[in-house]
């Protein structure tokens, strides 16, 4: 009996997405970046307003 013809190579990575893994860490990390310097200059102006 011989090994099964239709087995999936692992190697192939069949199911992984085509993605670019460098500029998915670059926008996430600027993008968290923007959001704290937004919330903290609005704190900022809020702390200025406030007192």
């Known amino acids: 009996m011989d090994a099964n ?3 999936n190579d692992p190697r192939a990575h069949i ?3 085509p993605r ?3 500029f998915d ?3 996430g990390f ?3 970046f923007t ?3 937004v919330i903290f200059f609005g704190m900022v102006i ?3 307003i406030a007192g």
């Open 46 to 48: 809020v702390k200025f």
């Open 5 to 7: 013809p239709h087995a």
């Open 30 to 32: 600027f993008g968290m």
């Open 15 to 17: 199911n992984e997405e």
């Open 35 to 37: 959001l704290m310097a």
């Open 20 to 22: 670019n893994d460098l």
């Open 25 to 27: 860490l670059m926008n």
